[in-house]
């Protein structure tokens, strides 16, 4: 059984960088074919797709957050790293990470999902 585990800071200030990690138990990031996501639900919004990086090491970003957002992974230690970058009190949102065979949009049809961190923006 694959399991996901998001860890990071829960309170971030506004301009600073946000840095979760998602780690993989029973499973590799490097198995054919899988994206691994991240995803973010704000209070009263929809679910949002931030981006994911596959089995080969490529990268996918939201438009909307491309140019803040940056995806990493340690094979070595099974685990992906989402930086977010000048944060403001608009990304206080619960992130999670989800493997699945879909990526964007549908990312949250994933197969295993990680149970949801809580991140608050505020000075």
């Known amino acids: 059984q694959v399991q996901l585990q998001e860890s990071g800071p829960g309170l971030a200030r506004p301009s600073q960088t946000l840095s979760l990690t998602c780690t993989v138990s029973?499973?590799?990031?490097?198995?054919?074919?899988?994206?691994w996501n991240w995803i973010r639900q704000a209070p009263g919004k929809e679910l949002e797709w931030i981006g994911a990086?596959?089995?080969?090491?490529?990268?996918y970003y939201s438009p909307s957050l491309k140019s803040r957002t940056s995806i990493s992974r340690d094979t070595s230690k099974n685990q992906f790293t989402l930086q977010l970058s000048s944060v403001t009190p608009e990304d206080t949102a619960v992130y999670s990470c989800?493997?699945?065979?879909?990526?964007?949009?549908?990312?949250?049809?994933?197969?295993?999902w990680g149970q949801g961190t809580q991140v608050t923006v505020s000075s």
């Open positions: 990086i596959d089995y080969s090491g490529g990268t």
């Open positions: 989800i493997r699945g065979r879909k990526t964007g949009g549908e990312a949250w049809l994933g197969d295993y």
């Open positions: 029973n499973g590799s990031l490097t198995t054919n074919f899988y994206y």
